[in-house]
């Protein structure tokens, strides 16, 4: 077997987006929204070309190139035009702070340049933080990325205050309040995990590395970025597997290695990543996708797979003998998610697609859909079964009546119901005609009780659906210009 010699090269220039997805309290998004307006968060639009380099340190994403990549698919939902169409609302707040990470390794000093809440449809939203580090090895670089994904397992020091763990970081410093925005029902039966994230607890890594000019990218690097193995116990360069030849097919299986061997692009269940060797014009040109086509691709992967998980939880915690209504909460929201935001987008240029199609494969997105499709079926072949069996009840019993009235009941007292009424003649009815004055009196009643609950369930049904509507459909409003 062919040893594996990992030769430290330098980082010029580390971006980096931490980022992870949440779960908000149902009906809380408005007072969300005003929350954080009030902590300076400002809407995103892509009309305010004043802000295509307030969020990116040094760097300036274009965004009209942004529009031009997601047009038309997408492009309504990523960016809408106003704050009450129901899409990716995102709101972004510049930092441009000094931090320092260190670990039982390493100390690292990076800047802080903006944080985002991307707020989307199903009561879902995304943190994304946006980092870069500078003139690092390439080991200190990655165990610098694999520290801030881990949560804790690191402190960080802002403007004179140390944070013990990451996460502390985030939730005191950063974000003080969201807490009490999130839904903490994810974490009912849990023993470890803290914090409701609608994912798992690590957050996903987007990063660009360039190195110098001079230096080679091997596929060894390019495994070791996607895997973000850094630094061993010893603080000596880590990677995670000896055998060179499954490490050169891995690689090969999940990246795209077009600008092969000064460029390669990994895709990873938690970690996506750019290495470059290329000159400073091409990095500018690189982080300016980075931080918008390609940022956005990955968000909408990552939220079609939230989408799926949440489904996938809901469904396992139905009582499917008593849970009528959220059966068919949940199969309205399946089909308005699969209508409105599940689009299998079509760049119309091959490279942007076989990208967008990597993230797809890599988050399993092609599965978790037929999954999902499956449990739709049953969802609704169990509605109908249900909704039948209870409409050939009803019908049995206003079967019965009509034959009984019809046949038996009406003729036995019918003469008494003539002209004015003798309610003097009740006691001198026989056994049968008594049962007949019931029979035609509770028919009635059984017809009322059923027009009412009818009415009440049409209400209901309704209400429910007006509120789902609130929640999840692409609004049909045309905001004012």
């Not at 992870?20 to 007072?31: A, H, P, T, Y």
């Not at 390669?264 to 938690?270: E, H, N, Q």
Request: include cysteine.
């Amino acid at each position: 077997m062919q040893q594996i010699n990992l030769i430290e090269k330098n980082v010029s220039t580390g971006l980096f987006q931490f980022i992870f997805s949440f779960s908000l309290v149902e009906g809380s998004k408005q007072n969300f929204i005003t929350f954080f307006e009030n902590q300076e968060f400002q809407a995103f639009q892509l009309n305010q070309l004043e802000n295509e380099n307030a969020f990116y340190g040094n760097f300036r994403v274009s965004h009209r190139d942004m529009e031009k990549y997601f047009f038309p698919n997408t492009n309504n939902i990523l960016f809408p035009q106003a704050s009450e169409n129901t899409g990716f609302q995102r709101y972004s707040k510049s930092l441009n702070l000094k931090a320092i990470l260190t670990n039982n390794h390493i100390t690292i000093p990076f800047r802080l340049h903006s944080i985002d809440l991307t707020i989307c449809p199903f009561e879902l939203g995304f943190i994304t933080l946006r980092t870069e580090i500078s003139d690092l090895l390439f080991s200190q670089a990655i165990e610098y990325a694999s520290s801030f994904q881990s949560i804790k397992e690191a402190e960080i020091e802002l403007l004179g205050e140390v944070y013990p763990r990451i996460n502390d970081f985030i939730f005191e410093a950063l974000l003080p309040g969201l807490m009490s925005f999130l839904d903490m029902k994810s974490l009912r039966g849990v023993f470890f995990q803290e914090e409701p994230f609608a994912g798992n607890e690590q957050i996903y890594v987007q990063s660009l590395l360039s190195f110098n000019e001079n230096q080679q990218i091997e596929l060894a690097d390019v495994y070791r970025s996607g895997f973000l193995n850094g630094l061993d116990a010893d603080s000596k360069p880590f990677i995670n597997s000896k055998n060179l030849k499954y490490i050169q097919q891995y690689v090969q299986g999940n990246s795209d290695d077009c600008w092969a061997p000064n460029r390669y692009y990994f895709f990873g269940t938690s970690c996506f990543t750019c290495i470059s060797n290329e000159s400073k014009m091409t990095t500018d040109q690189l982080a300016s996708q980075f931080y918008g086509e390609f940022y956005y691709s990955l968000l909408v992967n990552l939220y079609h797979k939230s989408v799926f998980l949440k489904i996938a939880r809901d469904y396992s915690k139905l009582k499917i003998d008593t849970d009528s209504k959220e059966i068919r909460k949940l199969i309205y929201l399946i089909n308005s998610f699969t209508s409105n935001y599940f689009y299998l987008s079509d760049f119309g240029l091959t490279r942007e697609q076989k990208l967008y199609d990597l993230f797809r494969k890599t988050f399993n997105i092609d599965l978790l859909y037929n999954n999902t499709k499956e449990t739709l079926i049953t969802l609704v072949k169990y509605d109908e079964n249900t909704v039948t069996k209870k409409d050939s009840i009803i019908l049995l019993i206003l079967t019965l009546y009509t034959v009984v009235c019809g046949i038996f009941s009406m003729n036995l007292f019918t003469n008494d119901l003539k002209g004015k009424i003798h309610w003097s003649h009740l006691k001198d009815y026989n056994p049968f005609e008594n049962f007949a004055i019931f029979i035609v009196f509770s028919g009635l009643l059984v017809a009322t009780i059923l027009l009412i609950l009818n009415l009440f369930q049409s209400y209901s049904n309704w209400k429910n659906r007006k509120k789902w509507v609130k929640q999840i459909v692409f609004s049909s409003k045309i905001s004012k210009k």
